[in-house]
């Protein structure tokens, strides 16, 4: 009998790789929107993570021949350290992140993690090893525990309890009748964008993957639910290399390092204070945001 269920198992097995593979995807998709797959070379080994870096080695790419977005960019995120990307609209941020999820190769360059080529291991691999938690999450309209158990498949209760704790999805959890089996969705509960959110996180912690990459907008939300994401976003990324698309610059001030991207070029690098003292770009851009949010305060009043 257990002859018979094997392709059965096997069915499943793909089935449930490519349901994982569609959500990373349905997420790339509304962080990123866009996406083309390359192709896994024959015979490529998985990706093997002891010390989770990453490095951008001189990479050059366009999404056209004739118009580069990045022009031979090159740094690196040691294993476990929070990095942020800034830099104008356009200046090739989430492109960053297309590449390292590997949905495009460069022309020129490599992007290495743990010292590894990720041209050269498997996409599936790539991607299990990397978690994406964007600011505008995709639920299913099933339970809450489905949506947060769907990190990794094979999750148990415990995971999904202990992951809706390290989320701070308790509170709201505990005021539920039905709990973790609670309905969310367009027939269920309707989640506000800061407890999906909270969800989103839950699932990548079940997922527990060796490296974040956050999309940190989170305009949609009022200040207090921001703060209140942003310090469960820490807490989660402690221990994991961590990557952090900023639109705001006030919410990356905390980072190890900031990486300044302008016209497809590192133009600076350093923390926070560091950058400010340069009185370059980042500094710019600060004072600009900072007589910006001055100027929206004053219209308020
Ligand atoms: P923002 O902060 O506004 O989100 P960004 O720094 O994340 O910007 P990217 O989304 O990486 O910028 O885009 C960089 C450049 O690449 C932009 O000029 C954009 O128009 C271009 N671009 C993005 N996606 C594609 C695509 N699929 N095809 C062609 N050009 C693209």
Redesign the pocket.
Known sequence: LAQLFRPLDMLGMVYRTIRQGLIDMAEMFRLLD?SVEVPDRPGAPALAIRQPSIVFDNVVFG??PDRM?LKGLSFEVPAGRNYAIV?P???????IARLLFRFYDPQEGRILIDGQDIREVTQASLRAAIGIVPQDSVLFNDTIGYNIAYGRDGAGIDEVEAAARGAALMPLIDRLPQRLETEVGERGLKLSGGEKQRVAIARTLVKNPPILMLDEATSALDTRTEQDILATLQRVSRDRTTLS?A?RLSTIAEADRILVLNEGRLAESGTHSQLLRAEGLYAEMWARQATEAANIEEAAE
């Open positions: 866009t999404y056209e977005i830099g609209s356009g200046a090739g941020k989430s492109t698309i639109h």
